[in-house]
T-cell receptor, first 114, second 113 residues
Framework: GENVEQHPSTLSVQEGDSAVIKCTYSDSASNYFPWYKQELGKGPQLIID?????GEKKDQRIAVTLNKTAKHFSLHITETQPEDSAVYFC?????????????FGKGTHLIIQP | GAVVSQHPSRVICKSGTSVKIECRSL??????MFWYRQFPKQSLMLMAT?????????EQGVEKDKFLINHASLTLSTLTVTSAHPEDSSFYIC?????????FGPGTRLTVT
């Protein structure tokens, strides 16, 4: 089955700086890679996703890049703000219809220092 | 759009009793919903895939007779934890699939005493 590795487990950055979180996946058949933000005691919130037919996607301060050959993808947050503090999870799945539950990384606790 | 609700948000039950958790997609129809479990400070683990009108598909190691899933309509899936024990205490989160994206509910905190 799929295995997703996520690094770092904790990331502390100064407000206004950029944050980068990296993930690798093992199953070359995976073609869908979402990123979720989870605040304490709440469900994960989809913030951005990318499919394997593109290499990069951007939405305001958030961007995701995908390298299919190396089987890794990254989340980039620019101009970080205090409200960006949360746990971020990457995930992977094969989105071909039928059963395509997500395999999650272990999460990154992002701390924005004021 | 893409709002998913769960009920209850938290529940405390005694060992040996059963608990039902509801997951609803409020503004879209979902033929497929998923149930995940999350232990404190850990990641989400997929328990089962719930398909409307058919039997759920369980991940390896998840007891289907203990975690009963019913997906009777395009907007509702239920998870029943039968004969709950303290080790079943966890955060249970459902998601609903719209196109290829999954949207998560707010979670249900189950505590078994």
């Amino acid at each position: 089955g799929e295995n997703v590795e996520q690094h770092p487990s904790t990331l502390s950055v100064q407000e206004g700086d950029s944050a980068v979180i990296k993930c690798t996946y093992s199953d070359s058949a995976s073609n869908y890679f979402p990123w979720y933000k989870q605040e304490l005691g709440k469900g994960p919130q989809l913030i951005i996703d990318i499919r394997s037919n593109v290499g990069e996607k951007k939405d305001q301060r958030i961007a995701v890049t995908l390298n299919k050959t190396a089987k890794h993808f990254s989340l980039h947050i620019t101009e970080t703000q205090p409200e960006d503090s949360a746990v971020y999870f990457c995930a992977a799945s094969y989105s071909g219809g039928g059963a395509d539950g997500l395999t999650f990384g272990k999460g990154t606790h992002l701390i924005i220092q004021p | 759009g893409a709002v998913v609700s769960q009920h209850p948000s938290r529940v405390i039950c005694k060992s040996g009793t059963s608990v039902k958790i509801e997951c609803r997609s409020l503004d879209f129809q979902a033929t497929t919903m998923f149930w995940y479990r999350q232990f404190p400070k850990q990641s989400l683990m997929l328990m089962a895939t719930s398909n409307e009108g058919s039997k759920a598909t369980y991940e390896q190691g998840v007891e289907k007779d203990k975690f009963l899933i019913n997906h009777a309509s395009l907007t509702l899936s239920t998870l029943t934890v039968t004969s709950a024990h303290p080790e079943d205490s966890s955060f249970y989160i459902c998601s609903a699939r719209r196109d290829y994206e999954q949207y998560f509910g707010p979670g249900t905190r189950l505590t078994v005493t």
